[in-house]
């Protein structure tokens, strides 16, 4: 009977240390449904759908996914674009200049990250700041990048 018992605190235990681990992860990361802060790029951005993309000139997905943001930032008809990051803004402008990246908004966050998880991260927010999709990472294939242009695509 006391193994039993054990068994039975084990289980309590091991769901109480869940519970926890997906509420600590819900507050550290954006996930659909969240309201984002705008704040950090500015009123001109008000009203209109976004695409932030937060990255880092050090990391070598974002590196990875430069061509990927270039086309992005090429599309004629797409939401505002944002890229913040940790960094100093004129690191990430040179890095955007040498990539042939032409966001509409570049700004530090000055190490508030601002609850991102992993560089790179593309957030897609409505019209009214709630965030609609999320990729983290390099993206890794076609499908993944049709899918992210298919959403860009929906909002305009």
């Known amino acids: 009977m006391l193994w039993i018992a054990a068994v039975i605190a084990i289980g309590l235990a091991?769901?109480?240390?869940?519970?926890?681990?997906?509420?600590?992860?819900?507050?550290?990361?954006?996930v659909t449904g969240d309201k984002f802060d705008r704040s950090v790029v500015g009123p001109q951005a008000a009203g209109r759908p976004m695409v932030v993309i937060w990255m880092s000139?050090?990391?070598?997905?974002?590196?990875d996914s430069a061509?990927?943001?270039?086309r992005l930032t090429s599309m004629p008809r797409r939401?505002?674009?944002?890229?913040?990051?940790?960094?100093?803004?004129?690191?990430?402008?040179?890095?955007?200049?040498e990539h042939a990246i032409r966001p509409d908004l570049v700004a530090s966050t000055k190490g508030n990250w601002m609850r991102?998880?992993?560089?790179?991260?593309?957030?897609?927010?409505?019209a009214d700041s709630t965030v609609k999709q999320i990729w983290f990472g390099r993206l890794q294939d076609?499908?993944?990048?049709?899918?992210?242009?298919?959403?860009?695509a929906s909002t305009m």
């Open 14 to 30: 091991v769901t109480s240390i869940a519970a926890t681990v997906v509420s600590a992860h819900r507050r550290a990361g954006y």
């Open 57 to 63: 000139t050090s990391c070598g997905a974002c590196v």
């Open 67 to 70: 061509d990927l943001y270039r």
């Open 79 to 97: 939401p505002d674009v944002a890229v913040l990051g940790p960094g100093p803004v004129n690191d990430m402008q040179q890095f955007l200049r």
């Open 116 to 126: 991102f998880r992993a560089t790179p991260t593309i957030l897609l927010l409505a």
């Open 142 to 152: 076609s499908a993944d990048e049709m899918k992210l242009f298919s959403a860009l």
